[in-house]
């Protein structure tokens, strides 16, 4: 079992920044370093998109939209997942989710963000951005 819980989001004004960080607890027989990691956001009235994903190896994809500004990372000492948002624009305002699981090591990233089912999520931290 995998328990993730994001932290960090508020409201600030267009250009602004913040940052996310989601914890996450596994079972004592798995190890967070072996899981790839995801940040999803959903707006109301919306679909949930995939903004940024980073496999166990290190290697990122993004969302065109927040490429540039946002940046995913990971400290599997701590196990914890962050995402780094810069020069936020209101269109950015929805709720954002942590999503971790297990993918094999033939599937980029960009194939995780582009298809991967997730199993395990956090409840999301609502992020507001004002023009």
């Known amino acids: 079992q995998v328990r993730l819980v994001e932290s960090g989001g508020g409201s600030v004004q267009s250009g602004g920044s913040l940052r996310l960080s989601c914890t996450v607890s596994?079972?004592?027989?798995?190890?967070?370093?072996?899981?790839?990691m995801a940040w999803f956001r959903q707006a109301p009235g919306k679909e949930r998109e995939a903004v940024a994903t980073?496999?166990?190896?290190?290697?990122?994809s993004y969302l065109d939209a927040v490429l540039g500004r946002f940046t995913i990372s990971r400290d599997n000492r701590n196990q914890t997942l962050y995402l780094q948002m810069n020069s936020l624009k209101p269109e950015d305002t929805a709720r954002y989710y942590c999503?971790?699981?297990?993918?094999?090591?033939?599937?980029?990233?960009?194939?995780?963000?582009?298809?991967?089912?997730?199993?395990?999520w956090g409840q999301g931290t609502q992020v507001t951005v004002s023009s």
């Open positions: 999503a971790a699981d297990q993918f094999p090591s033939s599937i980029t990233a960009d194939g995780i963000r582009a298809g991967g089912n997730f199993r395990y």
């Open positions: 596994t079972a004592a027989y798995t190890t967070y370093a072996t899981y790839s």
């Open positions: 980073i496999r166990s190896e290190g290697d990122t």
